[in-house]
């Protein structure tokens, strides 16, 4: 069955340290991803996306992930994080044909100003 | 403006009672999604819907019911077989592209507790 990882459950960084979460799914077929946030009392957002091309993907607020076939990742990278980045972090997967999103279990980050 | 309307927001159950929370869109999304979502458990999918008048289960449909009679509308119901329904619950939609996968659109969510 198609499935999605989150190895990283709670993470605590201070102010400007790098961070990378990981996400792995499981299906053999093609997926799309995607690193969703969730800041505090607010709905649940994109931040980015891959379907397809460059397996290195921009998204909003200086976040990125990498597309890693062979070994069934998808991790989020951000250079240098700040106090705003406190939220909880979702990847998901979707794949082509069966029109469901599978997300993985969340990370919540924590940044200490 | 556009977007998901979920209601209530906040909701309470008797023991043995059916709820049915709400789901609107005015996106003109052919997709509808059900989510549970736990603490440490993420987002579970519960319920979909492609297109009106057929929806299918995702992976913890036992005890809840869905209608998709209006493409703009998918309630769901926590029936009374559903033993642990407290959760938050929320609802998404999204386009319908051949081969990619658009973003989903969330509602604000409802808050399901047992009385």
Known sequence: AQSVSQHNHHVILS???????????????????FWYVQYPGQHLQLLLKYFSGDPLVKGIKGFEAEFIKSKFSFNLRKPSVQWSDTAEYFCAAYTSGTYKYIFGTGTRLKVLA | DGGITQSPKYLFRKEGQNVTLSCEQNLN???????????????????????????QKGDIAEGYSVSREKKESFPLTVTSAQKNPTA?????????LPGEAEKLFFGSGTQLSVL
């Open chain 2, 88 to 96: 938050f619950y929320l609802c998404a939609s999204s386009i319908l």
């Open chain 2, 29 to 55: 999304h052919d997709a509808m999604y059900w989510y549970r979502q736990d603490p440490g458990q993420g987002l579970r999918l519960i319920y979909y819907s492609q297109i009106v008048n057929d929806f």
């Open chain 1, 15 to 33: 102010e400007a340290a790098s961070l990378e979460l990981g996400c792995n799914y499981s299906y053999g077929g093609t997926v799309n991803l």
